[in-house]
Every structure is written in C-alpha cells, then in structure tokens.
C-alpha cells in the first residue's frame, strides 16, 4: 500500500503547489493585512507591552541593553562602534540633562533639527526616554520653512546640531519673539554630560498606547510641511512588525543613509533594528564616494533604499566596493522599474524587499522580489487576502483633473476592474478612528483625507492620494501621486510610467515627467526635464532618435511634447523628485527660470527643436495646434 499512500501524498503536494502559484496563499499569510488590522502576534504584542507598561522604544532599547544583548553592537558610525550598553549610559546622560537643565516636562514636544549622527539618536531616544514627544525637523529647512515647523508644534525649543547652525541662525530673531530658545549640540558637548542617575520610570509609566509619541513631517512638496501624529502604540508596532517582516536577527546589520527626520530610516529601519537587537549602520548622508565602502566595511547585510537613491547608484561610476559586500537584501520604497533589475545585476544584491507605506497613510504592501514574476511590483494580493481584506481596500476611479471621485448614475464611487488605475482608499470603522494618522494641529487638513457616502450613505473611508493598479494575477503596481496624473487628448497620463520609458533612452540619466498648462487646450501637455547622461553635450544629443524612441515606447498621448533639459533634477531630503516649480513655469518664456533649454516636438517634425517665443506665440494664437 506504500504506492498509493506516496502517489497520493505527491498527488496533495503538486496540488497544494498549484494553488499556492494561483492564489499566493503563502504570500498572503506572511504578509497578513498589511496594516489594514493587526495580526494575532501584534495583538499578543502589544497587550504584553501595555500590562507591563511598558510601551515606549526606550523601554525595547532598555530591554536590549540592560538584560538581552548588552555588548552587542548597536551602532556603527563613521568609523565608531556603540555596543547596546554603551549608548544606553549615552542615552541616560542626555536625559538627566534634557530633565535638570532644560526642564523637559512629561508630554512636552521638543523640536530637534540635526543631520545624521549618533548625537541625533542619543537625543532622540532620550526624550522618549523623559517621556517628551520629538518633534522632528528636516534639517535642510531655512526661514519660513522652518519656523512653521516649530511653530506648529509649540516646542519651547530647538535644539540643534551646530552643523546645521547656518540654516537656523537667519531665523533667530523670529524664534525669540515666540520665546523659541535655539539650543546647540554635539559630539564634545554630549561627551562632557556626566549625570548617569537613573531616569524615574515615573517620568514614562502613565503614558498610555494612544498618546502622541512624535511628530514627522510631510515632504512639502505642495506647500509648507505638516506634522504627522505618530502614536506611541503604532509606533511600537511599526517597528515590532518590520522587524518580524523581514526576519531580522541579531547578527544582521542594517545601512541607511536616510534621513532619521523621515519616516523610512525611523521606522522601517532604525526601530526595527532594535526590537531586533541588530546593528545599524549609518551613513551621515548620501554620497557616491561613501556609499558603497561604508556599505563593504561594515559588512551590512541589508541596505535601506528610497525614492531615486538606486538610480543614482546605478547612474554613478564604477566603486571597487560596489560588489564586494555582505548585502543579501535591498529593502525600502520607490525603485522604478527601469532601475529594478540592473540595480540587482551590477550590485549583485539577491533580494529587493520593495514596500509601500506612507508615514500619514494607512495600509501597506509587501514585496520580498527574487525573480521575475513580482519585479516591478509593489505587492501581490491573493485570493485569502481578497476575501479577508478586498472590502477594506480599494481602487475607485478618479478624474485627475479635479482629483474627485468619479461617481456613478446613483451618486456613489465607481470601483476599478483588472488593471484599471485608481485611488486607494481605505475602509475606517470607528473602532479604527483613534488610531488614524492625523496630522498635529491642523484639523482641516486631516479631515480632508477623510471621505463620506463613497459606496453607501453614511460610510467612512480614508483617501491614499495615490493612485494604484492591480493585474490579474493579483500583483499590484504603483502609477502616481494623484496630483501628479494629469489628462491629456481625454486620457489619464502617469508620470511615473513615462518617466520610466524616457529613462530607458541611452543618453538619459535621469527623467522628470509633468503636465503643464497651455493657452487653449484642456488639461495638461506632457513635459519631462531631463539630465543628459554623462559626456552627452547638447550638440552630441539626438533629439531625433530620442523622438523615435518615445513614440515607439509611449501611446500617442503619452508621448512628451516638451523637453526641458537641465543640469540637474530637483529633489526633497528624501530624494523624491520635485515637480512643483516645473508645473508652476510650464512652457511660457516670461515664467521658464533658470539656464534650462526648452525643446519641443511640433505636429509634423520628427524630432524634438529649440522652443522659441515665436513658437509659444504660434500656439497661443492657434496658428499650430498640438496634437
């Protein structure tokens, strides 16, 4: 009987195989709501946290450095290695003087400002450790920027890195008048700070998982930046989950060069790394010249990704180091598809673990990507994540031109088919409400990522603001911000999707898309600025093949009528591509700043030519017409 029992058992495993390969069942039960509701270990996590009051990062780190793993490094930086006991004494040191020479009081918000450093983390982890909540400032802002940021939080302080003096210096005076007092540090003054008592568990014990923790800020890209409200409860869990995510060991050690003002290094790489009792390594900023030898001496197994960081890898010289790592896994949000696989290729990094996740979002996706099926992607939804979770998130089409909700005969949202583009909202209920992202006193603008009466009358959901399609076979991509879409010849156009097309053509470095306004015509025309690769010159560039190449990649209306060539493309700290100020200057002549050329692609030629005024006075007068 053995025969039939093991042509059976072959028979319920080839199956089983099938239907894991159709409905990615695995998939699905690693990767769990992806936000949308805790899972059961987060749950038991938690409870665990709160009946033991226990519920801040400083009490993980506690964890780590006074009982678990005390001579485990923690921290590699520029050459200096902190076991977990070391910066804890650092961290206790900094607190003793955040509590008896500032005065930091229980829940008081307190601005800090300052580049990456192990000083920057001692600060940060010692105001969780006082109880304060961190108010965490880009450090780049000047002047207006910056003041509404410590304005909007009502910190007494600034307390900043002397690094960045120049940026925060020019605003002193305005800092004085709201009795905002700048207070400088670093390496030598943290390093005289003697005071090692103890900090009372008092100071922390009546805090509870749904107070504000800390307070990060959005890019502002399209304004001045808001502070989003991180709870002390999903702030534990944030870190707790990535860590359980990514299987994350002691022995591994995890580079970023990311800002620790933003939300990635925070908390999908510094916080996980302690609930871990791992070993971070961090890169002061990005650099060419640093990246990979801090990357090699390290030995980092992980490396922290966002936004164009690969590109500009993969568009840098050759580094001797650049192959001789320890890496295994490329981790973080935002590689473009044309970057995805020469990335893996020339770095020979197995593993891109490519998420997406919003700092003032909720929900997430995963994609741990080894192959080809998932490249590309941004997550895969199977068939047990459908059936538990497809009523929580979906995709509703939208009008890009006023950013509302195209609605039915009945008033109510239009759901997306296989592979149609559309907004990600998500469902809230009100037991979910309290722990919503919000943003820190501006109620207007946290009400507006909220919606109504989108599938029924009475509903509630939460809008992404970006735009998401998922095919057939469950894999789900990103498209766009959704004030990045624009319409043009009655078609939605994603920005993303023909940036990745124009970056594919040989004397392209980089590639920013965007729609403008043009006299005459409803919505918007495509436009990209582009750097040329290196030693391609303005006269050595082939705008003929480079217009043979976009019609043949791009749908008719896809395909950009305007190049704006530039030394260099625009980006926020994070590195996301600035496209506000491209939008704003359009094509006009009398707005267009800057050394930048302007070339266009006229109804009859076939290649792109000098822009000039008579060409822009031709289209106002519709004497030419765009097509």
């Not at 690094?163 to 003054?189: L, W």
């Not at 192959?323 to 197995?350: L, S, T, Y």
């Not at 898309?513 to 582009?530: C, E, L, Q, W």
């Not at 990649?553 to 700290?573: C, D, I, K, Q």
Request: aromatic share 10%; net charge neutral.
């Amino acid at each position: 009987m053995a025969l039939p029992i093991l042509a059976g058992t072959s028979a319920a495993v080839a199956l089983a195989a099938y239907l894991n390969a159709k409905h990615h069942i695995v998939h699905d039960i690693s990767t769990g709501a992806g936000g949308l509701s805790p899972a059961q270990p987060q749950t038991d996590f938690l409870t665990d946290r709160v009946l033991k009051k226990r519920v801040l990062l400083y009490h993980v780190f506690e964890d780590q450095a006074l009982r678990i793993r005390p001579n485990h490094p923690f921290l590699i930086f520029e050459g200096k290695t902190w076991t977990y006991r070391q910066f804890f004494d650092g961290i206790i040191r900094v607190g003793n003087w955040l509590i008896k020479d500032l005065g930091v009081k229980v829940g008081e918000v307190v601005a800090i400002d300052g580049g990456n450093s192990a000083e920057y983390l001692m600060l940060w982890f010692a105001l969780d450790a006082v109880g304060a909540v961190t108010s965490f400032v880009n450090w780049n802002l000047t002047g207006a920027g910056l003041v509404h940021c410590v304005e909007i939080c009502d910190s007494r302080y600034l307390i900043t890195d002397s690094d960045v003096r120049d940026n925060v210096e020019p605003s002193r005076s305005q800092f004085e008048d709201m009795g905002v007092k700048i207070q400088y540090y670093g390496p030598s003054f943290f390093a005289s700070l003697k005071d090692d008592a103890p900090i009372p568990e008092s100071r922390r014990d009546s805090i509870s998982v749904e107070s504000v923790r800390s307070i990060i800020y959005s890019s502002g890209t399209t304004g001045l930046p808001k502070g989003v409200i991180m709870s002390t409860g999903r702030e534990l869990l944030v870190g707790f989950t990535a860590a359980r995510y990514l299987g994350l060991k002691p022995e591994d050690r995890i580079y970023t060069c990311m800002p620790m003002y933003h939300g990635a290094a925070h908390g999908l790489c510094t916080t996980p790394a302690i609930h871990a009792g791992c070993t971070i390594v961090l890169g002061r900023k990005f650099s060419h010249k640093t990246f990979w030898p801090e990357v090699a001496k390290s030995r980092a197994t992980i490396i922290q990704y966002v936004g164009e960081l690969c590109r500009y890898l993969i568009n840098g010289p050759p580094n001797e180091y650049e192959r001789k790592h320890c890496v295994q896994m490329a981790w973080g949000n935002g590689m473009r598809p044309d970057v995805w696989e020469p990335f893996r290729e020339r770095f020979n990094i197995p593993i891109i673990n490519e998420l997406y996740a919003a700092t003032d979002g909720l929900g997430a996706t995963f994609n741990r990507n080894a192959g080809s099926f998932t490249a590309h992607t941004i997550g895969l939804r199977g068939a047990l994540w459908n059936w538990r979770y497809g009523d929580q998130e979906v995709r509703v089409k939208m009008d890009v031109d006023t950013e509302d909700i195209m609605r039915d005969d009945n008033g109510f949202a239009i759901r997306c088919g296989v592979n149609e583009p559309g907004q990600v909202l998500h469902r809230l209920t009100p037991e979910m409400l309290a722990g919503v992202p919000g943003y820190y006193n501006n109620e207007k603008a946290t009400a507006k990522r909220r919606i109504s009466d989108v599938f029924e009358k009475g509903d509630l959901w939460f809008k992404s603001g970006d735009m998401m399609r998922q095919d057939s076979d469950g894999r789900v991509f990103f498209v766009d911000r959704l004030g990045d879409t624009f319409r043009w010849k009655s078609e939605n156009v994603s920005t993303n999707e023909v940036a990745d097309m124009m970056g594919k053509y040989t004397q392209i470095a980089e590639t920013n898309v965007y729609g403008v306004a043009v006299p005459g015509y409803d919505g918007r025309v495509g436009a990209a600025s582009i750097v040329m690769a290196d030693s391609v010159t303005l006269s050595t560039f082939d705008f003929q093949a480079l217009a043979t190449h976009a019609r043949t990649m791009l749908p008719g209306y896809s395909v950009p009528l305007f190049l704006r060539v530039t030394p260099a493309l625009e980006y926020t700290g994070t590195l996301k591509i600035q496209k506000g100020r491209l939008k704003r200057e359009g094509v006009d002549p009398d707005l267009v700043t800057g050394d930048d050329k302007i070339y266009w692609l006229p109804p009859t030629s076939d290649r792109y030519l000098p822009f000039e005024r008579e060409d822009w006075e031709a289209i106002k007068n519709k004497s030419v017409r765009l097509t």
